[in-house]
């Protein structure tokens, strides 16, 4: 299981669609997001006849708030019925994961769940802008995550001001987490895929 995070605006919904390409075709895969209008993936999404990718959204508001009822009903429900191989779940932008975390790291999904790498993607380009750096959902969800993914590269890769801002904020903020590069218009780097596989937030996998 994958949390996958990011401001309004990040890439998620793109980065998604692109985990799902790599999908092996005897494997299932399920896809847990708050509306989907929101995330904008919908039946289209299962074209080529992919029809072993399961799609749900959390009925009762944010899988953020609610101290987790929405997020563990929804997610029983979801392995209930599609028995997934792998499960990403992608909050809404402004939504807190580090409640996601916790509830996917509770007693009661001890035995259905491994909680792997959670990935947090974010613009370059915004790391100026006030309004994002110093927004506190922003910074949360860079904080909670496992992995950080510098998004839509093929926008910023030639100015080198927004790499050079990446690398002083990534430094100076979060020296400690792995942080890679990924345009959308290039599959998931395999570099990428191999972290994704380590246990979450520093826990060992039940």
Same mark, same amino acid.
């Given at each position: 299981?994958?949390?996958?995070?990011?401001?309004? $605006?990040?890439?998620?919904?793109?980065?998604?669609?692109?985990?799902?390409?790599?999908?092996?075709?005897?494997?299932?895969?399920?896809?847990?997001?708050?509306?989907? $209008?929101?995330?904008?993936?919908?039946?289209?999404?299962?074209?080529?006849?992919?029809?072993?990718?399961?799609?749900?959204?959390?009925?009762?508001?944010?899988?953020?708030?609610?101290?987790?009822?929405?997020?563990?009903?929804?997610?029983?429900?979801?392995?209930?019925?599609?028995?997934?191989?792998?499960?990403?779940?992608?909050?809404?932008?402004?939504?807190?994961?580090?409640?996601?975390?916790?509830?996917?790291?509770?007693?009661?999904?001890?035995? *259905?769940?491994?909680?792997?790498?959670?990935?947090?993607?974010?613009?370059?380009?915004?790391?100026?802008?006030?309004?994002?750096?110093?927004?506190?959902?922003?910074?949360?969800?860079?904080?909670?995550?496992?992995?950080?993914?510098?998004?839509?590269?093929?926008?910023?890769?030639?100015?080198?001001?927004?790499?050079?801002?990446?690398?002083?904020?990534?430094?100076?903020?979060?020296?400690?987490?792995?942080?890679?590069?990924?345009?959308?218009?290039?599959?998931?780097? *395999?570099?990428?895929?191999?972290?994704?596989?380590?246990?979450?937030?520093?826990?060992?996998?039940?």
């Amino acid at each position: 299981t994958h949390v996958i995070t990011g401001f309004l $605006g990040a890439g998620k919904t793109t980065f998604i669609k692109a985990l799902l390409q790599t999908k092996p075709v005897d494997e299932t895969w399920a896809v847990l997001v708050n509306e989907f $209008g929101e995330i904008g993936i919908d039946a289209g999404l299962m074209g080529n006849g992919n029809a072993q990718v399961v799609i749900c959204e959390v009925a009762g508001g944010c899988i953020c708030c609610a101290a987790g009822v929405p997020l563990q009903v929804a997610v029983t429900q979801l392995l209930a019925k599609a028995k997934p191989q792998r499960l990403l779940i992608e909050p809404t932008g402004l939504g807190h994961p580090q409640q996601i975390i916790r509830t996917l790291k509770s007693d009661w999904f001890a035995q *259905s769940i491994r909680l792997l790498s959670a990935v947090c993607l974010l613009d370059p380009r915004k790391l100026s802008d006030a309004r994002y750096y110093e927004h506190e959902t922003f910074n949360a969800q860079l904080a909670s995550a496992d992995i950080l993914l510098a998004a839509k590269a093929d926008l910023w890769q030639e100015q080198s001001q927004v790499q050079q801002q990446l690398q002083q904020f990534v430094a100076k903020h979060y020296p400690q987490k792995p942080w890679l590069v990924w345009s959308q218009q290039l599959p998931v780097p *395999s570099a990428l895929w191999a972290l994704m596989q380590h246990p979450g937030n520093d826990t060992s996998a039940p």
